[in-house]
């Protein structure tokens, strides 16, 4: 539908293409979006920023037809519209790229552009006319400057390939307004740019463009309008060039936000080596080497920060020395005990906390209780259980003793872990390995997807733990995180630590670069590996 | 808490309550009174002294299926071979009973027992491995091997173990020295006071022991199992091989207290192994439930001889109903989060949410 | 020579009934629903062909009832598994054992321990390729099976054309890999995955006729023998791919021919041979999976 040619009832703003008007969305007794009022004007690229857990999402879901509001209303080029499912919201010309890509792995790049727009067959109308989608997909990808190999399974490309194809899946049913939820966080900074770079071309060539993120920086750069959303209410509407990253920030958590903990090194001489992995290695289910030959040392009294775009290695690492993988070579040392391959009992006996990556996976199960979750890792050992058979008022009060000393807010305490958000389940986690009195603390995305409160919590968490001694190993895709907290950073790329730096001495670009598979060269300047 | 359990008791009596109904609709098709079939199905296998103690009786196997089965459930594992361990562990100590001349009572039935839990372990094990060690699909394989017991043992019974003073294909009989004596003048034997205390030993490690936990924290999260240090593959190992020695149990001392001798209708049809898979899900895994879903299931049983005998309806109909019984409880009537009406008046807002997709 | 071709014609004649249930069930698996009713559709087919032919002496009707009861437990099978989103293998055990029971409720019902629709002669049903039939060796294999010999093996292309070079096979592929992606692209995953299930119905029907048909028109209460069980397996070992599936379903077929044709030498034992398609199974299903999860490092179990 070109732009331009519809006419406005009077009164409307000629350029405003889709506006909301109370819309309000609620989950059982939660409100996940109260009220909000949104306006996007047509050729530009609207920024909806706020915290994990505001809101973006479900807004974006219900302009998308994917969710249907509780009450309020939408309204398309000044038109009431009212979308049961996201095909309606195609047809009206509203496109969306999820965070979690909608892609089919074991199918091409064109079978997926074209997916629920199949091309029926010339003369066979029941068969499907391969040739003429792949036609008009390479049109597309030409038309769009794309570089892509259209006869490619989806499963083979790498995630800013896959974003691509979202994209031109989106492209190919010729919607005007495209949204975008967290484009970015699966790419790697130069991938980032290169994105940007791409998402003011689709502006040129008229698109309307919404993008949802929680990275200012970014949105800052590329957008014309920002609209901030906390807990579930559209608290701000601001001109880009008329607002400021602190502005945005403050306006999002709602006070003045430390964007880094305190954290003051203190150098020892008598540290004792904790963790020694040597040449350690597995591979993905695939076969190919998902951890390369990665070595490194943790001392007692120290972070050791581990950075890298997710997707290149440090799950798996994480996974090996938290007993959840098998590691096909190297060794694995802990205060001079080896122990590689050890099963997670074995590791949480001799010392080791484990906050893993995976909340509601490998954290807590969501479906048992608070009491059964607080002690798990424990449940063989005295005063939780004597011969296998359980001590429930041991139990109650321990759980009890968890909740008052790390401030978890439940509502009750006999229910399940299913009740508690985000940030409190994570605290749940950190207060149970904690309380295990570990020496090594590996913690894996300590605080991905929670509140601003609770991640001020968990860093003081670690950076105490850490001046009382113990040794840390913090992996973390939040580059703010892991120069705040690390006394050691390291980078993976491709399964291999590429690079230490050290914090105080590093730059972003630095750092960016290493991310991204470039090294720093005395001679050449910047090597690719 | 209550509220929770309220509704696990409806969504196992409403089930019950719908397959009754059919089953009374097919009879009143056929010309029948179906309140006088139930009654004469009901009547005397719980209210007669007599009645109850048999229906008792036949619950003692049907119990140890079911626990074979819940245990499996629980942790998310299906053991559909339940029935194949069981004729097996039946036939195997119907042999000890036969073979083996212990003049020690005792001793002779402690042994027969033994024999009977070991083949269900034995047999049990290599879907257990395969699961455990190369993730093959436990169900499908346990599934298929009760088709190769079921053949094995009809060869063995009419071949090499053959009765041959038999007019039919039948082992040879226990000796006395094997057999669960009656208590009394009642039809209860002491096979149903071991049902009943391994029954309770399994309450016990349900409700209070790791065992418990580990099973509950394996069927809902695995990873979280494993991740705490619950060691899900030994687990796995061990759930299936407890399972095969709950049904060997349960097929022995069908031997011993009921049958005597090994025939090609030892465990009846459907077979108790598949009864206990009914037994299991009516009463929803746990083991109180699985008790009293035995208890019912096993005057159901019962009732359908009376049925047979004191109305023209052929006893198929309560297998029938089983069927329907099973096919009801594959879903939940009410939902743990809301009632039947106000889930059904919530349907049209519900339409569209999708889990995970709100922050 | 004759005994290898004796050997060959049976293997492809044990192959037909499970070589429909797999093309039938395939279908529902690639839209992520594992249907093990497939057993009971079968048997419901068989029965209600044999039950009708009895009654009314009409080939016809009698297939078309029988697909016609078939159809009704594909709908109640998709109705409990997707739109209650019931446990599936409970309802398929559930089916699996309803159809028996109402079989032998029937049975008894007449007084009778099986049916035997005796006007009916298998041999009308045997197809004779007029010009395979003279070629030496193939010729008595390839020709003299009954119809639905070679109505399964016409179904293994369709299947394919089906699944990869139309709207509806693509779609019903999206809806069992990725139900994300039909539901964000207005997919209805449950009307595909519906019609999956129910053209295993339509398929594991035709296999009951064929069954009950093929040699002698007659029907006892566990004639399917956990074919269906069988044919799950075949669609497990090939991941639901209709051609690699098939060849399992051959290799099965093949297993039961042996177990068949060397009873003759191997006396009482004989029995035993009818074990072998099921450890057949159970290796194939061992070595698929440590071939498929041998890079597998992670200690996940599920």
Known sequence: MPSGTA??????????????????????????????????????????????????????????????????EIFLRGEKVEFSSPRDAITKGIGMVHQHFMLVPSMTVYENIVLGAEIPGEHLKFLIDRKEEKRRCQSLTEKYGYDLDLNEKISELSIGEQQKVEILKMLYRDVDILILDEPTSVLTPQEVDEFLKQLVD??????????????????????????????????????????????????????????????????????????????????????????DHVSFTIHSGEVFGIVGVDGNGQTELVKILSGMMEATGGTVEYNGQEITNCLSDQLRKSGIGIIPEDRYGEGLCQEMSLCQNAIAGAVTSKPFSRHAVFNRKQINEYCQHLIDAYQIHIADFNGNVSQLSGGNAQKLIVAREMEGEPRLLIACQPTRGV??????????????????????????????????????????????????????????????LLMAGMVPDLENGIRSI | ???????????????????????????????????????????????????????????????????????????????????????????????????????????????????????????????????????????????????????????????????????????????????????????????????????????????????????????????????????????????????????????????????????????????????????????????????????????????????????????EIVAIIQGLIVLFLSIRFINDRFGLTKRWRNKRNMKGTVHGTFE | MALLNR????????????????????????????????????????????????????????????????????????????????????????????????????????????????????????????VVERIPVLGSLLSGHPIGTYISFLVIFLAYVLLYKTKFGIYTRVVGESPETAKSLGIKSNYYATLAILIGSLLCAVAGVNLAYERLGIFTNNMTAGRGFIAIAAIYCGKGEPLKSSLYAFIFGLARALAVNLSIYAGNVAALFDIIPYFVMIAILAVNAGYSNRNLRMRTYW
């Open chain 1, 7 to 72: 006419s406005f009832p009077p009164g409307v703003d000629m350029e405003t293409i889709l506006s909301t008007k109370a819309l309000t969305k609620k989950f059982g007794g939660f409100t996940a979006n109260d009220q909000i009022f949104l306006t996007v004007h047509e050729g530009q690229i609207k920024a909806i920023v706020g915290e994990n857990g505001a809101g973006k999402t479900t807004l974006m879901n219900m302009l998308y037809g994917e969710l249907q509001p509780t009450s309020g």
């Open chain 1, 202 to 291: 689709l502006k040129a060539k008229g698109k309307t463009i919404i993008l949802i993120s929680h990275k200012l920086r970014e949105i800052m750069g590329v957008s014309d309008e920002i609209t901030v959303i906390k807990r579930g209410k559209t608290i701000g509407n601001v001109k880009t060039e008329e607002t400021s990253e602190p502005a945005l920030a403050q306006m999002m958590v709602g006070r003045k936000v430390l964007l880094t903990v305190q954290n003051q090194y203190k150098p020892t001489d008598n540290k004792r080596v904790m963790l020694q992995v040597k040449n350690l290695q597995t591979n993905d289910r695939l076969g190919k080497l998902a951890v």
């Open chain 1, 451 to 512: 509140d601003i409160g609770a991640i001020e919590f968990i860093h003081r968490q670690i950076i105490d733990f850490r001046d009382r001694g113990g040794a840390v190993l913090l992996v973390s895709s939040e580059l703010n995180e892991i120069l705040s907290l690390s006394d050691r950073i390291g980078v993976m790329y491709k399964g291999k630590i590429i690079g230490e730096v050290d914090p105080r001495t590093t730059t972003e670009t630095e750092i960016g």
């Open chain 2, 1 to 315: 808490m209550k509220r929770i359990k309220w509704k696990n008791l409806a969504n196992s009596v409403l089930p019950v309550f719908f397959a009754l109904l059919i089953g009374a609709v097919i009879m009143l098709a056929m010309g029948h009174n179906p309140l006088n079939a139930y009654r004469i199905m009901f009547e005397r296998p719980l209210f007669t002294l007599r009645g109850l103690t048999n229906t008792l009786h036949i619950a003692g196997p049907l119990l140890l299926a079911g626990l074979a089965i819940a245990v499996t459930f629980r942790s998310n594992l299906y053991n559909m071979g339940v029935e194949g361990q069981l004729i097996f562990g039946g036939f195997l100590a119907g042999l000890a009973g036969a073979y083996l001349h212990i003049p020690n009572p005792f001793l002779h039935k402690f042994v027969c027992l033994v024999v009977g839990i070991i083949a269900g372990m034995m047999f049990v094990l290599i879907p257990a491995i395969l699961r455990a060690f190369l993730r093959v699909d436990e169900m499908v394989v346990t599934l298929t091997l009760n088709y190769v017991m079921m053949t094995v043992l009809e060869y063995l019974s009419s071949g090499p173990f053959r009765n041959q003073g038999a007019g039919y294909v039948s082992t040879n009989t226990i000796d006395k020295t094997a057999m669960f004596n009656r208590i009394g003048k009642t039809r209860l034997t002491p096979f149903f006071i071991i049902a009943f205390l391994v029954f309770l030993l399994f309450f016990f490690m349900h409700k209070r022991m790791v065992f418990g936990y580990r099973g509950e924290a394996v069927g809902k999260n695995p990873e979280f199992a494993e991740a705490t240090g619950l060691r899900v593959r030994r687990h796995i190992v061990q759930v299936m091989i407890i399972s095969g020695a709950l049904a060997g149990l349960a097929g022995a001392g069908h031997m011993m207290s009921h049958e005597f001798n090994y025939t090609l209708s030892f465990s009846g049809t459907p077979g108790i192994g598949w009864d206990g898979m009914l037994i299991s899900l009516l009463g929803g895994h746990s083991p109180a439930g699985v008790l009293i879903a035995a208890v019912f299931y096993s005057a159901l049983k019962t009732g359908s001889d009376n049925i047979n005998m004191y109305t023209g309806i052929p006893k």
């Open chain 3, 7 to 130: 050997i060959l014609y049976d293997a492809i004649y044990h192959t037909t009934p499970i070589l429909l249930c797999v093309i039938g069930g395939l279908f529902a698996y690639k839209a992520g629903v594992l249907n093990i009713a497939l057993e009971g559709m079968m048997l419901a087919g068989s029965f209600v062909a044999v039950l009708v032919a009895v009654n009314s002496q009409s080939v016809w009707l009698a297939y078309l009832s029988a697909i016609a009861v078939s159809l009704i437990l594909g709908l109640v099978f998709s109705y409990m598994s997707v739109n209650r989103k019931g446990n599936v293998i409970i309802i398929g055990l559930a089916i699996n054992m309803i159809v028996p029971a109402v079989a032998g409720f029937v049975l008894q019902s007449m007084g009778v321990p099986n049916l035997t629709a005796k006007w009916i002669n298998p041999v009308i049903f045997r197809v004779h390729l007029p």
